[in-house]
């Protein structure tokens, strides 16, 4: 049956009788994604999603996440529904209660569990009948278990690929691809060569951020050679564009102006994409543009890199160190 809105059944409401099981042999014609952050996590999932979509492709495909991307992945080509996870904490169970209802009320014959933490494990218990549903993901007692000892030493999209090989999707799950999601990017007349730079990321994470001063004096040179820096970022980093455009008068700063599409955009139109590992950067490569992504210490690109046609990683222990030179020349400036 499709997927839809459950009616909100309260505290007391009677939990509504198991499923009763498909035919024996059919495929699955139900189907939950699961997949409720991080931007970049996001991205990267849609690669899998484009595999499961292909894989399934008669069935009724809902995709379960939070809900600062359900805008953004209702746009996507390869979900029938989208649906925001409230990610109820375990003292709600008001809370527990109705997300378990609408769950189970839906039927789903197989769950692709992509983000496999603890929370959906528990999701898995949620919905748990004698007839099912197939579940891939590594909740204890998974149909499709995903059990590799290596899974928390693989990159994202190696880790995804092989949880859908078990699963029977047989791979090379395609790279993320976001044609889809581009924006008409006309309303900011950017000069046709410029390159796109990214000095944000979490606020809460310090240490994944070269430094201001640095992004600063690499947009000035890239104005000194004829090309236009183009800063982007959250409301939140309009302290970082302000910087830069006042090192390099001739930046474009687009810091809070920009949509999730619009950065799709950008960075297919960028001569390159230069930021700190944070989720604009999965969006600006997964639209095409060539990128070098600057990582410190504290997270690892040999699990979580953005992956694409043109993609420098340069990693110093501590971003301080990673001297303007160094990024500077994978524009070709020497």
């Given amino acids: 049956m499709a997927a839809g809105a459950a009616r909100d059944p309260g505290i007391d409401a009677v939990e509504k009788a198991a499923p009763h099981p498909r035919a024996e042999g059919a495929a699955p014609d139900n189907i939950l994604i699961i997949k ?20 399934h492709r008669d069935a009724h495909i809902v995709l379960l996440t939070t809900g600062a991307y359900a805008d953004f992945t209702r746009r996507a080509p390869y979900f029938d529904e989208v649906w925001i996870d409230d990610r109820p904490r375990l003292t709600n ?11 189970r009320e839906a039927e789903f014959d197989r769950v692709y569990d ?8 528990l999701y898995f218990q949620l919905m748990r009948t004698p007839w099912g549903p197939e579940w891939s993901g590594i909740a204890h007692g998974a149909s499709h278990p995903h059990d590799n000892p ?10 995804q690929d092989d949880q859908l090989r078990v699963a029977g999707i047989p791979g090379p799950i395609p790279p993320p691809e976001l044609s889809w999601a581009k924006a008409d990017v006309s309303r900011f007349a950017l000069p046709e ?6 000095p944000g990321g979490a606020a809460h994470r310090p240490a994944k951020r070269w430094p201001i001063a640095h992004f600063a004096a690499l947009a000035a040179r890239i104005a000194a050679a004829g090309m236009a820096p183009v800063v982007i970022g959250g409301d939140d980093e309009r302290p ?3 910087a830069i455009a006042a090192a390099a008068p001739a930046t474009n700063d687009l810091t809070g102006m920009t949509e999730f599409g619009d950065i799709v955009a ?63 020349a994978t524009l070709g400036l020497g």
């Fill in 36 to 55: 409720l952050s991080a931007l970049g996590d996001i991205v990267q999932m849609f690669g899998a999603a484009a595999a499961i979509r292909e894989f």
């Fill in 93 to 103: 169970p008001v809370g527990l209660l109705r997300l378990r209802r609408r769950l």
């Fill in 114 to 121: 992509l983000q496999t933490r603890l929370r959906t494990s």
């Fill in 150 to 159: 290596a899974r928390e030493r693989m990159h994202t999209l190696d880790r």
């Fill in 193 to 198: 060569d410029y390159v796109l730079l990214i």
């Fill in 240 to 242: 970082l564009g302000q």
């Fill in 266 to 328: 950008l960075g297919r139109g960028a001569r390159r994409a230069i930021g700190n590992d944070t989720g604009p950067m999965h969006l600006a490569v997964a639209g095409g543009s060539a990128a070098t992504v600057l990582y410190s210490s504290v997270s690892d690109p040999d699990l979580t890199a953005p992956r694409g046609h043109d993609v420098v990683i340069l990693r110093r222990p501590d971003l301080a160190a990673l001297d303007i030179d160094a990024v500077a």
